[in-house]
């Protein structure tokens, strides 16, 4: 089977596409034939080593997947061949908090991810794909739109006619945008790009404000809304002060991201004062997972595409993604195996 891998890493040239025995499902485990991919911004990072250590030049990349399970090991029940199947980024974390226990378990970092023809996974990170969802829209949902959903649903707390600011119009920001509306509440983007904004206005944000020509943005959209009670904090150190500025008091700011640093310089006043609650988040459970998953398929949330790319276009992708070009998420599809 064809599968990609890291390679020596610093710059998507690293990426090599290699031929390896197929995988063979074990105890617990099922193997899956992998449809689509998606990209986030994390495999970005590892590839270019930002603020990522070295990992081993065989691994697969990425960590979104969706596919059609082919055969089972011994002792599965869960799912049997034929289910089509995503695959959570921890596929060791199944329900509960977070622990330390569950990294190396996260794909494409920790261990081998979706960017092959074939893999195995535990049985027990896997689940189901609604027929409301294609396998490509279902490959965009284990990172990006499980994070936004953590970060406004199960964090946030988030209720009808609540106000959500996002950041950027990359993938997570995008799902925020959608689950916002879905839910009932209001959403704020920013982008640094115009044009982006009104797809984003198309999608139901109520309000853009440009973060390049506005640079003090926080202020406005405290002005428009009446401040924020969530946001989704994706830029980090060139974001966070701002972030503040726009939140109400009591407001839940999900910091997630690290788009413009990690050296965050903030006051501390600010955030006491306000009464806002600011909590890390890193992705999810499997069992936010399924839950998020039935949410979105009952509602008819449709992950936004903005380009599909071919298995053999991988690097491509990568490049897209560093462009920041994109609005939503990447795909690649694993229909055009080269032979
Ligand atoms: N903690 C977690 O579990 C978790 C999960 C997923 C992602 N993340 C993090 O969240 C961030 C976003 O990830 P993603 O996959 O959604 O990225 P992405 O799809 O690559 O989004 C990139 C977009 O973000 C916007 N952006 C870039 N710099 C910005 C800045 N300084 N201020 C505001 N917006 C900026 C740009 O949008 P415009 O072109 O519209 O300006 C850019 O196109 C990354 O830092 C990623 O590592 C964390």
Same mark, same amino acid.
């Given at each position: ?46 590839l ?48 509960? =908090? ?9 794909? /494409? ?19 189901c794909?609604?027929? *409301? ?51 009932? *509440? ?14 984003a206005?198309?999608? /139901?944000?109520?309000h ?6 506005? =640079? *003090? ?5 405290? *002005?428009?809304?009446?401040?924020a ?33 990690v050296?965050i ?72 195996i080269?032979?």
């Amino acid at each position: 089977m064809k599968a990609w891998e890291l390679g020596p890493q610093g710059s998507v040239d690293s990426l090599r596409l290699v031929e390896r025995p197929e995988p063979e499902p074990a105890a617990g485990e099922a193997l899956v034939r992998l449809r689509a991919s998606a990209l986030n911004y994390r495999d970005h990072m590892i590839l270019n080593l930002i603020d990522s250590a070295p990992k081993s030049e065989d691994r697969i990349p990425l960590s979104d997947g969706a596919g059609e399970v082919v055969a089972v090991g011994p002792g599965v029940t869960a799912v049997e061949p034929g289910d089509r199947v995503m695959v959570s980024l921890f596929t060791g974390w199944f329900d509960g =908090p977070l622990l330390p226990a569950h990294f190396g378990t996260d794909l /494409g970092g920790g261990c081998d991810g979706t960017l092959a023809e074939l893999a195995t996974f535990p049985a027990s990170s896997l689940v189901c794909i609604p027929d *409301a969802l294609s396998d490509e829209e279902a490959a965009c949902l284990p990172c990006a739109a499980l994070t936004a959903w953590v970060s406004l649903v199960e964090f946030g707390q988030m209720k009808a006619g609540d106000t959500v600011l996002l950041l950027g119009t990359g993938g997570v920001s995008i799902f925020g945008l959608q689950i916002a509306r879905m839910m009932g *509440a209001d959403a704020v983007i920013t982008s640094s790009s115009d044009e982006k904004l009104a797809r984003a206005g198309a999608l /139901g944000a109520v309000h853009g404000v440009n973060y390049v020509r506005d =640079p *003090a943005w926080g202020r406005t959209v405290a *002005a428009l809304t009446g401040g924020a009670d969530l946001v989704i904090e994706t830029g980090g150190a060139a974001t966070l002060p701002q972030s503040i500025e726009a939140a109400a008091f009591n407001a839940r700011i999900a910091l997630i991201g690290m788009l413009g640093g990690v050296g965050i310089e903030s006051d501390p006043l600010a955030l006491i004062w306000k009464h806002i609650h600011l909590k890390g988040v890193l992705v999810g459970s499997r069992r936010s997972l399924e839950e998020m998953t039935k949410a979105i398929a009952r509602n008819g949330l449709k992950p936004v595409i903005d380009r599909r790319f071919s298995f053999a276009e991988a690097p491509a992708a990568y490049r897209y993604l560093a462009s920041g070009a994109h609005f939503g998420k990447i795909v690649i599809r694993h229909d055009e195996i080269p032979g």
